[in-house]
């Protein structure tokens, strides 16, 4: 075996290691690292050897990701395809063993990092498997981690095997493709809660239900009760507005910009003959010209839940969710019962759970809106997180109560 290359990190990766973080992100040392080598070995400033890493020149961001800080490395190299054997099976062991998931046919069997599988998510629907890698170093081991899953699960077929290639980087954008008909297209319906969902694989970039923000429906469970009025914007394929429907709520308002997901969540409604479709409003607006319209209208909702894209455009201009929350928070407010739920959430790795917690209560200040924080919710159940990860805690929320 070749020897693995040894490689000086940046002190700050250095610091962060220590602590657990398990990425390596693009800077003067990194972007050095031997372009042709699969593993590489980093060092600390005395040049000890303190990390194996896999290796992803092509990513834009993310260089590398830790894959074990247990020496002997050369060792760890030699048992890689056993040790992602393990760390698989283990995985999908703990979700087998977790009765919170019996009540859905979407989980996660793998969720990356926090299952020691850097940048490499397997995705239960039903009875197939979506393999998401967040890194292309994962493509060359697709034959490997597709016999392991189905080593643990014999019913899935073949041809029920999907890999996507996903991330933030322009490289990590593709539709998910079949192992065995890059060409296939798959429509099938799956279960969540005793909610039928329409799921659409190879078609478009995502599925049609965010099974990360599963277990936090589950949560704002109590949040809903019979004769709830609800207002879920930027609202999808409709899982809230769904979920609030079988738990009650007597009016139910969704809001998006695209008429291929409202049309979409028509769809799931049908799938769901004991839903009173009469009770369901759909808009097909943004979101801000949604609020607009309703404040004029002098609507009042009891929840209102908000889960804007991390970034969006309007055709002139690109905003962050994170800053366009202050006239959000002011609209919302207008539409909002005494005693009411905010459920806001933000959905991205680059603003902290702090930085999330400050900058909404700031913006509430500002506008003199007098609100007590309710609960927070975020990833769990199959979405573990990573302690010394942050971007790991990506999804988080924050529900307000109205005073």
């Known amino acids: 075996m070749n020897k693995i290359p040894e490689c000086l990190i940046h002190?700050?990766?250095?610091?962060?290691?220590?602590?657990?973080?398990?990425?390596?992100?693009?800077?003067?040392?990194?972007?050095?690292?031997?372009?042709?080598?699969?593993?590489?070995?980093?060092?600390?400033?005395?040049?000890?050897?303190?990390?194996?890493?896999?290796?992803?020149?092509?990513?834009?961001?993310?260089?590398?990701?830790?894959?074990?800080?247990?020496?002997?490395?050369?060792?760890?190299?030699?048992?890689?395809?056993?040790?992602?054997?393990?760390?698989?099976?283990?995985?999908?062991?703990?979700?087998?063993?977790?009765?919170?998931?019996?009540?859905?046919?979407?989980?996660?069997?793998?969720?990356?990092?926090?299952?020691?599988?850097?940048?490499?998510?397997?995705?239960?629907?039903?009875?197939?498997?979506?393999?998401?890698?967040?890194?292309?170093?994962?493509?060359?081991?697709k034959s490997i981690i597709q016999t392991t899953i189905q080593e643990v699960f014999p019913e899935i077929k073949d041809e029920n095997v999907w890999f996507q290639l996903r991330g933030e980087?322009?490289?990590?954008?593709?539709?998910?493709?079949?192992?065995?008909?890059?060409?296939?297209?798959?429509?099938?319906?799956?279960?969540?809660?005793?909610?039928?969902?329409?799921?659409?694989?190879?078609?478009?970039?995502?599925?049609?239900?965010?099974?990360?923000?599963?277990?936090?429906?589950?949560?704002?469970?109590?949040?809903?009760?019979?004769?709830?009025?609800?207002?879920?914007?930027?609202?999808?394929?409709?899982?809230?507005?769904?979920?609030?429907?079988?738990l009650g709520a007597t009016q139910v308002t969704s809001v998006d910009l695209s008429p291929k997901y409202i049309e979409w969540l028509q769809q799931n409604i049908s799938?769901?003959?004991?839903?009173?479709?009469?009770?369901?409003?759909?808009?097909?607006?943004?979101?801000?010209?949604?609020?607009?319209?309703m404040q004029n209208e002098k609507r009042v909702f009891d929840v209102i839940i908000c889960d804007p894209p991390s970034s969006s455009s309007d055709g002139d201009k690109r905003t962050s969710a994170i800053k366009s929350y202050r006239d959000l928070l002011k609209k919302m407010d207008s539409l909002l019962a005494p005693k009411g739920k905010l459920v806001i959430f933000l959905n991205t790795h680059q603003v902290t759970s702090q930085k999330f917690d400050k900058t909404i209560q700031d913006n509430l200040n500002e506008l003199k809106l007098n609100y007590k924080l309710h609960s927070r919710v975020g990833l769990s159940q199959d979405c573990p997180t990573l302690k010394g990860f942050p971007e790991g805690s990506y999804l988080k929320g924050l529900v307000l109560e109205k005073n």
């Open 169 to 246: 980087t322009r490289e990590l954008q593709k539709l998910p493709t079949n192992a065995l008909d890059p060409e296939r297209r798959d429509e099938f319906h799956l279960q969540e809660f005793g909610l039928q969902y329409l799921i659409r694989l190879g078609s478009s970039y995502d599925h049609g239900l965010y099974t990360d923000m599963s277990s936090i429906r589950h949560q704002l469970k109590s949040l809903i009760g019979p004769g709830s009025r609800l207002l879920n914007l930027y609202s999808y394929t409709g899982a809230f507005s769904l979920w609030a429907m079988k």
């Open 271 to 293: 799938l769901n003959p004991e839903l009173d479709h009469t009770q369901h409003e759909a808009m097909t607006l943004s979101s801000d010209d949604a609020l607009s319209s």
């Open 11 to 141: 002190p700050v990766s250095i610091k962060l290691i220590r602590t657990g973080h398990p990425w390596i992100t693009a800077d003067n040392f990194s972007t050095r690292f031997p372009r042709q080598s699969e593993f590489v070995v980093a060092t600390d400033e005395r040049k000890r050897p303190m990390a194996l890493l896999i290796h992803d020149p092509q990513h834009k961001n993310i260089k590398a990701r830790v894959w074990s800080t247990k020496p002997p490395y050369d060792r760890e190299v030699v048992h890689f395809t056993a040790s992602i054997q393990a760390r698989l099976d283990q995985a999908c062991e703990k979700r087998i063993l977790q009765k919170e998931l019996k009540e859905r046919e979407n989980y996660y069997l793998a969720f990356g990092e926090a299952d020691g599988l850097p940048g490499l998510f397997v995705l239960r629907l039903k009875d197939r498997v979506l393999i998401q890698f967040f890194t292309s170093f994962w493509t060359r081991y």
